[in-house]
RNA sequence: GCGAGAGUGGCGGAAUUGGUAGACGCGCGGGACUUAGGAUCCCGUGCCGCAAGGCGUGUGGGUUCGAGUCCCACCUUUCGCACCA
């Protein structure tokens, strides 16, 4: 914690008689546990409102900004929805598995499980200290074996319905570390933390088979309450595309082989496989003058001829060498020949096969027909390796042999070169094409996805362990439910090593089991689970904690399930939201839970920068909230955070801020401290009250936090112009406003004013609409669409009277100028006289 | 490259269906109370100008009685995805 104390002035700033925030903090958050004010009745709770927040990973350095900027946001909208007189549900737990809590217990040489419950007891502090109505009874923490038990009871029904398999999957591999990386570790193809070049190695690991949902995950998107942007990054995401599969026969590599002159026709049978490709431009195939395979496509060993057999060797063994990141960022395009041809099915002429790594073997099927007329990284490569360029679309201006200008023509066009397509449109020519190659055996229209299966395996130490047998006998055997959980061992060299599996593989002790099935001698599954599986269930098990017998409870989960509403980083947009969707939807199917989408509401929170930049410890502009919170008290602090800007766009904290909210802290104080109980109130104030009670109401259940709080700033100036005495009629439902944002002062000054129970036990005060609106107005005078002033007239003038008071007002008048050629008036705001 | 968003005072940011641009807060200036003020309270504060007035929402056009808001072209910038065939 260096560089990130702020510039306080020195000695607190002077606080209204009586008010001191953390005394008052101190003595409600006491309050609410003895009351037991935040814990919920789940079982008859009337209107069940579900409010989540998206549970933290428990770090050593403690709650950062923005986490508590999430949090309050949540708390916020969590505690008004209580004032419109829901029960509301707003759990909270910890996400302490993973990648991150390991490399950290290694680097300072502790235990992950010594480590973790140290940071979470100095989380669950801050929390507290934060006032977030949390019902702490049901909290989870991921790591808890009471926990992961059932994080391994999912594992086994996605297995039980087939959706878990395992097979190779290409991953990082840091040769110097001895082991793997997730993508985001591997900066510029090297390791993160040692700096050697990383390796791609092919390991047996777990999938879930998210892939067969991907028309689901993305049709339901159109049924969800969600942040626009975080529905346009699931839609992005899942990717899919029309187009078509198509086969291209391949010419017998022994046959032809070496005899590159032989004239090849349609006619020559040939006992050759065949290549499918998948292409969103079938209409572009009488330009497809090559085809090329990713280099870990099965087929190259058949398809490559004895002559190439060397070059093609040394070309996989080099691409399976680079890591993923670099060989995906790497543009230059490499590859080689394997000797074999192929018949386009459109032109019956022969092609040849090359590879090459931008193809990628993870999309479509592994293969392109190359197009290089009409794609870009097909014209680069027939451009690097001299392969045949043909113009099959003609755009506007452009003809069968209008030359290429150096790069593809992707455009929109008529088909050309392309037999008896030629003038065909682009649009048409997909359908045409397809249909014609389908009659011809030689393809089909297919939808394609880029979403791909969901690796969980991690062959790390700090996770759940996958709950898999294997056993010589028996096979693959799942661990019985009612064996439950596996534990994961306490080992002190949870170190990974060189062998490429997890540090669990080491403790022959404990993956020696015997078959549950026959009995024999097996032994364990030694990777562990993705923490994305930990989070893919969690907002499930919140209102079942406690229940030992099932993941989660059928009767509870239907009153509160799904989650009312969810809110979050939209870091998170695509894969924890993803995985939560389609875990809800292999339950759902299941028979386990009667809703699919697991969260009808999802908004997604801006971002806290300083100093122009996100919050890092390498910028030494990270805020700790504890110093903040000392010195100003949580309840300023909260309402701070919410005032830096939109909730849904983030805001730029500013150490001199926090200021002016804490000086409207003290004026509300000094308010109810001063407010006569027998006057009744001005009937000003009293419109301007009832304006910011329907301003605030409207304000925070849209999360626009900040004009909120600027509308009980204005309010309060207009309570206190000129030192005026406040009546406490003025000033009492001001306290129920501010009860979201600012909770402990609320309860205190709500006490002040003879309440015996909680504030969030009241209802959201009522605004009257006959209330709000004045007999006159001030209505705004244009004189040829330029403001000259303001006349107050009654609310409903005339626009003859309008005119008339506008003339008369010799500020305004003298620019009307002659008799007017249009009046317009906006009835209510405003007059504009053209001369 | 693709997708989504954002450009408004010294600063963070407000602005209903197109209808007073700059709410609210910070900062700054002036005043009151004070031994004192970095506390509190009051007043002021977009820019130019003594004033009348003029000019102002990234740039250039357009529609309109009227444009921060709508349309066209462009510039800058943030975020996400990225050889996805």
Known sequence: MTASVPPFHPGSPEEPLGYDPSAVEARWRQRWVDRGTHSVDLTNGARPFYALMMFPYPSAEGLHVGNLFAFTGCDIYARFQRLQGHTVFEPLGYDAFGIHSENFALKVGKHPMELIPSNIRNFRRQLDRAGLMVDWGRSVDTTDASYYKWTQWVFLQLYKQGLAYKKAGAVNWCPSCKTVLANEQVIAGACERCGTMVEQRFLEQW????????????????????????????????????????????????????????????????????????????????????????????????????????????????????DLVTRKTNKEKTGEFTGSYAVNPATGEMIPIW??????????????????????????????????????????????????????????????????????????????????????????????????????????????????????????????????????????????????????????????????QCGQKARRETDVSDTFLDSAWYFLRYPSVGRDDVAFDPAVTKKWLPVTTYIGGNEHAVLHLLYSRFITMVLHDAGMLDFEEPFTRFRAHGLIIRDGAKMSKSKGNVVNPDEYIEQWGADAFR???????????????????????????????????????????????????????????????????????????????????????????????????????????????????????????????????????????????????????????????????????????????????????KVILVPGRLLNVVV
């Open 639 to 821: 309402t701070y955070l919410m005032f830096l800007g939109p909730f849904e766009e983030g805001g730029d904290f500013r150490d001199g801020g926090i200021s002016g909210v804490k000086r409207f802290l003290d004026r509300l104080w000094a308010t109810v401290r001063d407010a006569d109980p027998a006057a009744s109130a001005d009937p000003e104030v009293q419109r301007k009250l009832h304006a910011t009670i329907k301003k605030v109401g409207e304000d925070v259940p849209s999360l626009s936090y900040n004009t909120a709080i600027a509308a009980m700033m204005e309010y309060m100036n207009v309570l206190r112009k000129g030192e005026r005495q406040p009546a406490r009629a003025e000033v009492e439902p001001l306290v129920q406003l501010v009860a979201p944002f600012a909770p402990h002062i609320a309860e205190e000054l709500w006490e002040m004013m003879g309440h015996g129970t909680s504030v969030f036990a009241s209802r959201w005060p009522a605004y009257d609409p006959a209330l709000l609106e004045s007999d006159t107005i001030e209505l705004v005078v244009q004189v040829g669409g330029k403001t000259r002033g303001k006349v107050r007239v009654a609310k409903d003038v005339s626009q003859d009277a309008a005119l008339a008071a506008a003339k008369a007002d010799s500020a305004i008048g003298k620019f009307i100028t002659g008799e007017p050629k």
């Open 207 to 322: 999938f879930f088979k998210i892939s067969d949902y991907a028309p689901r995950l993305l049709t339901n998107l159109d049924t969800l309450d969600w942040s626009a942007t975080t529905i346009q990054a699931q839609r992005n995401w899942i990717g899919r595309s029309e187009g078509a599969k198509l086969r291209f026969r391949v010419l017998d590599p022994l046959t032809d082989a070496g005899s590159s002159a032989v004239a090849v026709t349609t006619e020559m049978r040939t006992a050759g496989p065949e290549i499918e490709v998948f292409t969103t431009r079938p209409d572009t195939i009488f330009g497809a003058t090559y085809l090329v395979l990713a280099p870990e496509h099965p087929l190259v060993d058949t398809l490559t001829t004895p002559m190439q057999s060397g070059v093609v060797a040394e070309y996989r063994a080099r691409a399976a060498k680079q």
């Open 355 to 516: 590879i090459a790594d931008y193809v990628l073997m993870e999309y479509g099927t592994g293969a392109i027909m190359a197009v290089p007329g009409h794609d870009e990284r097909d014209f680069e490569f027939a451009t690097v390796f001299e392969l045949p360029i043909i113009r099959v679309v003609a755009g506007e201006g452009q003809g069968a042999r209008t030359p290429f200008d150096g790069a593809a023509y992707t455009g929109d066009g008529v088909l050309v070169n392309s037999g008896a397509f030629d003038g065909v449109s682009v649009g048409e020519g997909i359908a045409k094409i397809t249909a014609w190659l389908a009659s011809k055996q030689a393809g089909e229209a297919v939808t394609n996805y880029r979403l791909h299966d969901w690796c969980i395996s991690r062959q790390r130490y700090w996770g759940p362990p996958i709950p898999i047998i294997y056993c010589d006998a028996c096979g693959t055997v799942p661990v019985p439910e009612d064996q439950l959980p596996v534990v994961l061992p306490n080992i002190p060299d949870f170190r990974p090593d060189d062998s490429g599996v997890s540090p669990l593989a080491r403790h022959e002790e404990w993956y020696r089991v015997p078959c549950p």
